[in-house]
């Protein structure tokens, strides 16, 4: 075990891709020193295993500044590491089988027109082209999000 001399200025416990984010950002735009910990390697539980789905709709304001922060993010970290980082954004199916889903769905598009996303309605014969295995027999509307 190593033992540090003096204290770091920020601590972050937890080396999965929250914690690696606050340390990068930390380290950029702070003098101070900055310490990781973790138990096992860095990103070595549930970050790697992700399908790269960062939705980037979200009614929250917040929310979706930070996905949009963390894709820009993962580009610039790529850049700067000069390292791929094997990241590839995936897009979303989006399956709606009642009228609460069907206005959530609604209202997801709007909030995507107001951002300039991409909202795409798409007909059962799509989906059932790009999931067969998906039974979409109760669902009555879809959506694809890019």
Not at 58 to 87: D, M, V
Request: aromatic residues 6%; neutral net charge.
């Amino acid at each position: 075990m190593k033992f540090l001399k003096g204290n770091p200025d920020f601590l972050i416990i937890g080396g999965g891709i929250f914690g690696c984010a606050i340390a990068w950002n930390l380290s950029r735009r702070s003098s101070g020193s900055v310490l990781l910990l973790e138990r096992r390697g860095l990103a070595s539980a549930t970050t790697p295993r992700a399908a790269g789905l960062i939705r980037n709709l979200n009614p929250k304001q917040g929310q979706t500044a930070l996905k949009s922060y963390t894709i820009e993010a993962l580009g610039l970290l790529s850049e700067e590491l000069e390292e791929s980082l094997h990241w590839h954004q995936v897009g979303g199916l989006l399956v709606a089988e009642s009228e609460a889903n069907i206005k959530h769905l609604e209202n997801l598009e709007r909030h995507a027109l107001n951002l300039g996303e991409k909202f795409c309605w798409i007909e059962r014969t799509e989906v059932e082209d790009l999931v067969p295995w998906l039974d979409a027999s109760k669902a009555n509307k879809f959506a694809l999000l890019p």
